[in-house]
């Protein structure tokens, strides 16, 4: 038995934050940003909107598009770096804000990579026979943790979510067999630093700005590229498949000089690996499911994905999977364009 994506939603703010507005305030270039980074602009999430809010707006989406029974979701599961609370999860409050009932909730935080980490969690729960129907969540109100005095971190990041529905098959789709890493050291390379137990908001990290995202770029830059690269091609190995019958490369989406260069080192043809990065900026565990839920249509039945990540922690993995045959859409056209899909959702 497999675990298999059946349906798909996203959710972005409909608030557009461009290179030229952020270079109003710190010193950049909307030429350097699009160079160094692909980014064009990003959506930001208002004051009042937090990141269950964009989880649970993701997850509508998927629960009216594919008229699925929100009684028999079993669990959520949400990958998120930024929960709306230290305590209590935002898992719940999505389950209430979604009228999952029936479903318990937990939060998983593997920043970047958490969501992959929390559809191979969810796909071992199928497997198990335990479950039959989940829905996996990346959920990121970024903007919350971004220090938009500086312009090393400021220019990269945005808010949005994804979420997918994960159903027992025996087709022969599904998820295959997916490869996890975590590297403790990274930590000192790309952390909040204030805000959690080690180091509790005070006024001097209010002072010091340490309640903000810290990161060496040049030096995560670097470790993103061989560990995606790497664990893609060792993923690729444990599934015995070849570069050459993947269909379609889903990689996080942090930098687009990053995506190039782990799709040159496997060989794979620049138009098979999906970007979006140009739109969203980087969501932390939202680039994944966001860009299934970009590109979904583009993707057929038993076409091979390679799905790569790396995040704060160090966090990183991939994993394979057979597409299978998706729930019928209750609109069978879905706009290609994200702002009217955006802002149908923000009302
Ligand atoms: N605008 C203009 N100049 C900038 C800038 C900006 N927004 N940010 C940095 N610079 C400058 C630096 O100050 C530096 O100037 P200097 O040479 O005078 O010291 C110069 O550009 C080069 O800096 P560097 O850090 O080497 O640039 P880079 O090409 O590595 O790009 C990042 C910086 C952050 C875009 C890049 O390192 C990156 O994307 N890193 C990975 C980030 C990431 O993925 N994080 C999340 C992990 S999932």
Same mark, same amino acid.
Do not use: F, M, W
């Given at each position: 038995m497999n675990a298999v994506i059946t349906a798909i939603g996203g959710f972005v703010p409909s608030s557009i934050l461009t290179n030229k507005k952020i270079s109003e305030t710190v010193d950049t270039s909307d030429e350097w940003i699009v160079k160094r980074t692909g980014i064009k602009e990003r959506r930001i999430a208002d004051d009042n909107t937090a990141t269950s809010d964009l989880a649970a707006a993701a997850v509508e989406n998927l629960l009216e598009n594919y008229k699925v /029974?929100? *009684?028999?979701?079993?669990a959520l599961l949400v990958a998120t770096a930024?929960? /709306?609370?230290?305590? $209590?999860?935002?898992a719940s409050i999505v389950c209430e804000k979604s009228g999952l009932v029936n479903a318990f909730g937990i939060d998983m935080n593997a920043a970047c990579s958490g969501f992959l980490y929390a559809l191979e969690m969810g796909a071992n729960m199928i497997e198990s026979g335990r479950y039959s129907k989940l829905i996996i969540v990346g959920a990121d109100k970024m903007s919350s943790i971004? /220090?938009? *005095?500086d312009r090393n971190t400021c220019i990269l990041f945005g808010d949005g979510a994804g979420a997918v529905l994960l159903e027992k098959t025996e087709s022969g789709n599904g998820l295959m067999k997916t490869i996890l890493k975590t590297d403790g050291s990274g930590v000192s390379s790309l $952390?909040?630093?204030?805000?959690?137990?080690?180091?509790?908001?005070s006024m001097q990290s209010l002072l010091h700005r340490t309640h903000y995202l810290k990161q060496d770029g040049a030096f995560v830059f670097k470790k993103a590229v061989s560990s995606m690269s790497q664990v893609s091609q060792d993923a690729l190995a444990k599934n015995e498949?070849?570069?050459?019958?993947?269909?379609w490369v889903i990689p996080h989406q942090a930098n687009l000089r990053i995506i190039n260069a782990v799709g040159e080192s496997l060989n794979? /043809? $620049? *138009?098979k690996v999906k970007v979006n990065i140009e739109r969203y900026g980087n969501t932390t565990s939202a680039t994944v499911p966001l860009c299934l839920w970009d590109f979904k249509n583009d993707f057929k039945e038993g076409q091979n994905l390679l799905i790569t990540t790396f995040g704060a922690g160090f966090s990183w993995g991939a994993t394979c999977l057979k597409w299978g045959v998706m729930r019928d859409e209750k609109t069978a056209k879905i706009s290609k364009n994200t702002t009217e899909k955006s802002v149908v959702m923000a009302h």
């Open positions: /029974d929100r *009684e028999e979701i079993e930024t929960p /709306d609370h230290i305590l $209590a999860p935002t971004v /220090d938009y *005095e $952390a909040v630093p204030a805000g959690g137990s080690r180091t509790p908001i498949l070849q570069a050459d019958e993947i269909d794979i /043809d $620049a *138009e």
